[in-house]
């Protein structure tokens, strides 16, 4: 059965520390992966996406992300998180037929000063 | 880029009375669009897929009598909560796939409190 995991709940970093959020999936085909950041009270806004090719992703705001096969995981990074990058943050898997999209229960991000 | 407009931001509405809430893609058609419902602190749940000119398709557990959709138009589907209740009360949001792209639009979400 297709699913995503998010491990951490919740996750409290300092200004200008480093950021790592956790996405393990489950598909039966080739995954495609994306990580979106919801603000409160807001929509969903797309981080950045994986297809294919190089298995590094760049995203917005300076986010990366990485793809591990073997691992089943599409972690979100980012080297210097600021006070605005705090929200919720889902990572999510599509299939290839782009009607179905399967999402994580979210991490929630706090940054303190 | 493009855009999926959605439209209220926020309802409250009396407990028996129905409330209508529409999803427009501003720059592209969209011949389907997905409805999501999401509880506090929870993740999106998909309700329901609505296809331009033909009936949506409703996950399971979703009751299609009272989540009524509607897809007239290329650019505008509509969901409408008939007889909402307090336990409707949520955060339900629309997507879109622009077309020559993967990867979904969302709406910016309505909230509804049903009191």
């Known amino acids: 059965a297709q699913s995503v995991t998010q491990p951490d709940i919740h996750i409290t970093v300092s200004e200008g520390a480093s950021l790592e959020l956790r996405c393990n999936y489950s598909?039966?085909?080739?995954?495609?992966l994306f990580w979106y950041v919801q603000s409160p009270g807001q929509g969903l806004q797309l981080l950045l996406k994986?297809?294919?090719?190089?298995?590094l992703v760049q995203g917005i705001k300076g986010f990366e992300a990485e793809f591990k096969r073997s691992q089943s995981s599409f972690n979100l990074r980012k080297p210097s998180v600021h006070w605005s990058d705090a929200a919720e943050y889902f990572c999510?898997?599509?299939?290839?037929?782009?009607?179905?999209?399967?999402f994580g229960t979210g991490t929630s991000l706090t940054v303190i000063p | 880029g493009a855009v999926v407009s959605q439209h209220p931001s926020w309802v409250i509405c009396k407990s028996g009375t129905s409330v209508k809430i529409e999803c427009r893609s501003l720059?592209?058609?969209?011949?389907?669009m997905f409805w999501y419902r999401q509880f506090p602190k929870q993740s999106l749940m998909l309700m329901a897929t609505?296809?331009?000119?033909?009936?949506?398709?409703?996950e399971q557990g979703v009751e299609k009598d009272k989540f009524l959709i509607n897809h007239a138009s290329l650019t505008l589907s509509t969901l409408t909560v008939t007889s909402a209740h307090p336990e409707d009360s949520s955060f339900y949001i629309c997507?879109?796939?622009?077309?020559?792209?993967?990867?979904?639009?969302f709406g910016s979400g309505t909230r509804l409190t049903v009191v």
């Open positions: 997507s879109a796939t622009p077309p020559n792209t993967y990867g979904y639009t």
């Open positions: 598909y039966g085909a080739t995954p495609y």
């Open positions: 994986y297809f294919s090719g190089d298995t």
């Open positions: 999510a898997v599509g299939s290839n037929t782009g009607n179905q999209f399967y």
């Open positions: 720059d592209f058609q969209a011949t389907t």
């Open positions: 609505s296809n331009e000119g033909s009936k949506a398709t409703y």
